[in-house]
């Protein structure tokens, strides 16, 4: 069964200092790993994939995260953080089983950025 | 021009009610989901339609049901509502099933209270 598990529950960062937040998966598959983005009071948007192409992926806003197998890891990256990135952050597997388009959320990382 | 839209944002009622939230799409997608976010902002998927037609159906009270009228939308009806109901829900839709090739879109959400 596909699962993730994400590290940390809360980070906090200042203004302009790197972030990262950690997810591990479990997969028996070869997984497809997404990162998404909730701010607040907001639906949820995608900012970046995983889908084996390669395993540094971009995504918006400036996020990138990279995709280890040997640590089952798909941390999320960001060089210098910015105010507006304060939100909380879910690192999601897909269950291909099926083909049901089923995602399975990580129970989500609360980034708060301080100036 | 709102991609996914739900109404009603908010919706607060007693314990025993029947009460439907609805979610329209505008981008032509195929595929809808309902997903459940609790009070420690866990997601997770309810159901999902494809065509019309129910392709996710997950261990959920049979007192929610989903209703798709066509493509373009998807209600979600609660009876005998509950105070574990109280959550916010998100409905989302994709081109297709497949999340590696085809982005969920999430709406903005419907805070359900149960008092």
């Known amino acids: 069964a596909q699962s993730v598990t994400q590290l940390d529950s809360h980070v906090s960062v200042s203004e302009g200092t790197p972030v990262l937040l950690r997810c591990n998966y479990s997969?028996?598959?070869?997984?497809?790993l997404f990162w998404y983005v909730q701010h607040p009071n907001k639906g949820l948007q995608l900012l970046l994939k995983?889908?084996?192409?390669?395993?540094l992926v971009k995504g918006i806003n400036g996020f990138e995260a990279e995709f280890k197998k040997s640590e089952t890891s798909f941390h999320l990256t960001k060089p210098s953080a910015h105010m507006s990135d304060a939100a909380e952050y879910f690192c999601?597997?897909?269950?291909?089983?099926?083909?049901?388009?089923?995602?399975?959320f990580g129970q989500g990382t609360t980034l708060q950025v301080k100036p | 021009d709102t991609a996914v839209s739900q109404t009603p944002k908010y919706l607060v009622t007693q314990m025993g009610n029947d009460k439907s939230i609805k979610c329209e799409q505008n981008?032509?997608?195929?595929?809808m989901y309902w997903y459940k976010q609790d009070s420690k902002k866990f997601l997770k998927i309810m159901f999902s339609?494809?065509?019309?037609?129910?392709?996710i159906n997950e261990t959920v009270p049979n007192r929610f049901s989903p209703k798709s009228p066509d493509k373009a939308h998807l209600n979600l009806h609660i009876n005998s509502l509950e105070l574990g109901d109280s959550a916010v829900y998100f409905c989302?839709?994709?081109?297709?099933?497949?999340?590696?090739?085809?982005?969920?879109?999430f709406g903005p959400g419907t805070r359900l209270t149960v008092t």
């Open positions: 981008l032509g997608h195929d595929t």
């Open positions: 995983y889908t084996s192409a390669a395993t």
């Open positions: 997969s028996s598959y070869s997984p497809s």
């Open positions: 999601v597997v897909s269950d291909p089983s099926g083909n049901t388009g089923k995602l399975i």
């Open positions: 989302a839709s994709s081109q297709a099933r497949d999340p590696t090739f085809y982005e969920q879109y």
């Open positions: 339609y494809n065509n019309k037609e129910l392709i």
